[in-house]
């Protein structure tokens, strides 16, 4: 049963940092392509950051790269998503989610391609 689990969501002040994680178990996490989607009050999810099997691509949505960064740690089957830089806007319930298994270096960006998804972390920027 393959389960991801997301972390380190919470309150913070306009312009402050928080490291999302998600832990992944039940898959052969270096095999999946993985990505972090939000979803804010009223609107549809959407696409964050996306990332390889290995970690040598990623892809960032919109204004996104440059505060926001995508690691994985494969030995210890987790996904992080270092936030920086944080605006009120950012405020959403961020969801890490799995795509594949992928014999190649690609990123998943759509929800369509994701298989599996965590039930989320809420972050809330205050201004």
């Known amino acids: 049963q393959v389960q991801l689990v997301e972390s380190g969501g919470g309150l913070v002040q306009a312009g402050g940092s928080l490291r999302l994680s998600c832990a992944a178990s039940g898959l052969t996490f270096s095999l999946y392509a993985m990505g972090w989607f939000r979803q804010a009050p009223g609107k549809e999810r959407e696409i964050v950051a996306s990332?390889?099997?290995?970690?040598?691509?990623?892809y960032y949505a919109g204004s996104r790269k440059g505060r926001f960064t995508i690691s994985r740690d494969n030995a210890k089957n987790t996904l992080f998503l270092q936030m920086n830089s944080l605006k009120p806007e950012d405020t959403a319930v961020y969801y890490c989610?799995?795509?594949?298994?992928?014999?190649?270096?690609?990123?998943?960006?759509?929800?369509?391609?994701?298989?599996?998804w965590g039930k989320g972390t809420v972050v809330t920027v205050s201004s």
């Open positions: 989610a799995a795509g594949g298994p992928y014999t190649t270096e690609t990123y998943v960006n759509t929800e369509g391609g994701m298989n599996y």
């Open positions: 990332i390889s099997r290995s970690g040598g691509t990623t």
